[in-house]
């Protein structure tokens, strides 16, 4: 079983920047996929951005040249550096993992940007 903990969001006005960090714990491997969803109120959780284990990435359009993930895999931990945020990024971040087609999810982080 992994488990992930998200740290790092917040309430930031417009414009402004916030790092999100996701810790997991458990057996990691290099050709699992983590990344990060997204899911505000009244909406479906969405891909906010993936990375794989040789660092290949992947982004939601709406973020395009605005989010960029890592990954550190020495210690298991991926982040989601986010910058010129707008309010409608305003929603609760979920840090995923994904291996052989099994989802494990940690317990989400709010992260608010006022206008």
């Known amino acids: 079983q992994v488990k992930l903990v998200e740290s790092g969001g917040g309430l930031v006005q417009a414009g402004g920047s916030l790092r999100l960090s996701c810790a997991a714990s458990g057996r990691i491997f290099s050709i699992d996929i983590m990344g990060w969803y997204r899911q505000a109120p009244g909406k479906q959780r969405e891909l906010v951005a993936d990375?794989?284990?040789?660092?290949?990435?992947n982004y939601a359009d709406s973020v395009k040249g605005r989010f960029t993930i890592a990954r550190d895999n020495a210690k298991n931990t991926v982040y989601l550096q986010m910058n010129s945020l707008k309010p409608e990024d305003t929603a609760v971040y979920y840090c995923?993992?994904?291996?052989?087609?099994?989802?494990?999810w940690g317990q989400g982080t709010q992260v608010t940007v006022s206008s």
């Open positions: 995923n993992h994904l291996h052989l087609g099994v989802n494990n």
């Open positions: 990375i794989t284990g040789s660092g290949r990435t």
